[in-house]
């Protein structure tokens, strides 16, 4: 039996009573229509930068990068609940882009998740058997590879994310519903959104946006306008699973890290502390730590209050999150944490995160 389905993670914002480092201690799960995510919003003590109001006309950002956003069928097996048993087959849709002329794709981890065949289908109509290069289940990012001629492929080129401002004009191209090359406008909503990833870890710095993200978008660009790609869509919020006009997207300056490293070896890696915290009172309390993990072999304990990280306050869940993921894997970082009134501080090296 063959289903169809088109790919998004249709949000449904939860209040978080506690998001760690170790990921998120409220997470809806796997849903057959996508991922049910928590979508946060993250302070900053700097103002956002200006809008930038001026560039291209939608219809001139379409034509320009149009070429190079593709649609992704992905074919999934799973065992049958049919009582005379055998296999089931599923077909689902999402979106991407090309990123390079050696014709390296980037979508969604989501979207490409459990394939055991991925097919590209290109602006000309042409289809191309793809295979995964690498994927990233914390930024939910993924890359895959199709041998198809430079005539073919028309690499999009990633912006600086950092530059984006509030107000900021933007487009999303995708297949929404399997509606490939279609185009919707808006701006950029917000910066500094955290939403998070299929398994549970955060994907900081993410962009807001109004232009219209349905299911099938997942993967596509968020393009800036200057047809510059500024984000890769994943998720919406929505009470409906529609596009109720709060669309997010992971940042191109995390999608350059992501991506090249999924390149080089198939896989990203992140550090890793080992502890789920909650923010009280402008302070940042341990509700868990990990087994087996830097943190617990340090000696760091539930109920004890992280105060700083290499010299840095740390006021919040958040700030302890940016400030572990600002780091590798094997770095060595400086906590002071308060027990009992006492203070404290160890050096603990980072582990790699799980997947």
Known sequence: MTRRRTLSTAAVLVAAAAIGVGGAATYAGLAPEGTRTIVRQVDVSNGEPAANTTGLSVSDIYQRTQKGVVEITVTTTSQSTNP????????AQGSGFVYDSNGRIITNQHVVDGATSISVRFWNGK??????????????????????PA?????????????????????????PFGLENTVTSGIVSALH?????????????SIQTDAAINHGNSGGPLLNAEGLVIGVNAQIESDSGGNDGV??????????????????????????????V?????????????????????????????VSVDGKRIVSGDGL??????????????????RGGQSHTVKIELASRPT
Do not use: C, W
């Open 151 to 175: 005539s073919v492929l028309t690499p999009l080129t990633l912006a600086d994310s950092d530059a984006v401002g509030v107000g900021d004009n933007v487009v999303a191209i995708g297949s």
């Open 127 to 148: 289809t191309y058997k793809a295979e995964l290069v690498g994927s990233d289940p914390s930024t939910d990012l993924a890359v895959i590879k199709v041998d198809a």
């Open 84 to 91: 005379f048993g055998g296999q089931q087959t599923q077909q």
């Open 278 to 306: 909650e923010t009280v009172n402008a302070s940042v309390r341990i509700t868990e730590v990990r087994a087996g993990t830097p943190a617990a072999d340090a000696g760091l304990q539930s109920g004890d209050r992280i």
């Open 193 to 205: 959104r955290q939403m998070t990833s299929p398994n549970n870890f955060s994907i900081d710095d």
């Open 247 to 276: 669309g997010f997207a992971i940042p191109s300056n995390t999608v350059k890290t992501i991506v090249s490293e999924l390149i080089s070896t198939g896989k990203a890696e992140h550090a890793y502390l080992g502890v789920s």
């Open 321 to 338: 999150t940016s400030a572990i993921s600002a780091k590798k894997p094997g770095d060595t970082v400086s906590i002071t944490y308060s």
